[in-house]
């Protein structure tokens, strides 16, 4: 949907108009989730003064936001005796409590990823293969790999970003780390695997497993995550997208002399994401499993 706006006047005020009878709580939520953009550039704010011939437009998806709530479902993609792997949806919270809501007793979170990215997520079935797992990531012998769709195009092909990272500052009641003379030491090996307009689906391998590490790395080489706003104010590509498209996609370790290695493909959002910049997702099989 999209409109041109007449008379100066504040944006909610202007989609209420157009739309009907929302309540503004429902109009700030919709903004919230990225879907209104100003001119090309996605607003956040329903207290912005939109102008006469301004151009404001909803994405198409923008009523899914009207629909009841759905329970997450969670894909188990790997179980035996001691451990379970999951492909963890966008917006699933990693707290011990969730895990047991979610998954029952005897479900122990060993690494956590942020609320909106997904992909793999292990849990233990005791408190002793928790203990053992986690310390296999402080030794750094759980490898990881990670899908991110970012910003523009970098230069090079691939290349590391190490730095020290400490914390900065805060965005909506999170905490906000970037590179500083001190801090905790932070590595990422990246290379980029698919370019489109605008854009580029980049593969990172963090060596160490620091809050944000990749987001933060993405963002100081000049090509954040879209649409990651903790760590960037624009993007030259704006997607209609509700979160930043980050995906945990495989995980390779040896646990009680079994060797695992597991990958979670992607989810539909970014899918739709690779196809909305031109990115022929046909080539890029091995990472989508089996087409929704």
Known sequence: MRWQVSSSQKLVAFLQGQLGDYSGKFLRRLLEA????INGKVERFGSRVVLGGDAVELAPSWKSLLAPQKTLAIETLYENDSLKIVSKPAG???TDAQALSSFGPNH??????????????ILAKSIPDRDLLMGAFERREIKK??????????????????????????????TIWGSSSKGVSAITYW???????????VQCEPVTGRTHQIRIHMAEMGHPILVDRQYAKSFSCPLFVQRPLLHAYR???SFQETQIDVTAPLFVDIREALRSVGIDIRHLGQFLGKEE
């Open 34 to 37: 990225n879907l209104c953009r």
């Open 92 to 94: 699933w919270v990693c």
């Open 108 to 121: 122990y979170l060993v690494h956590r990823l942020d609320k909106d990215t997904t992909g793999l997520l």
């Open 145 to 174: 790999t990670y899908l991110a769709l970012v910003d523009g195009v970098p230069i090079e092909e691939e290349g590391t970003r190490s730095s020290l990272l400490a914390k900065r500052s805060s965005f909506d009641g999170q």
């Open 191 to 201: 290379k980029k695997l698919a370019v489109g307009k605008k854009a580029t689906l």
């Open 251 to 253: 995980l390779r370790f």
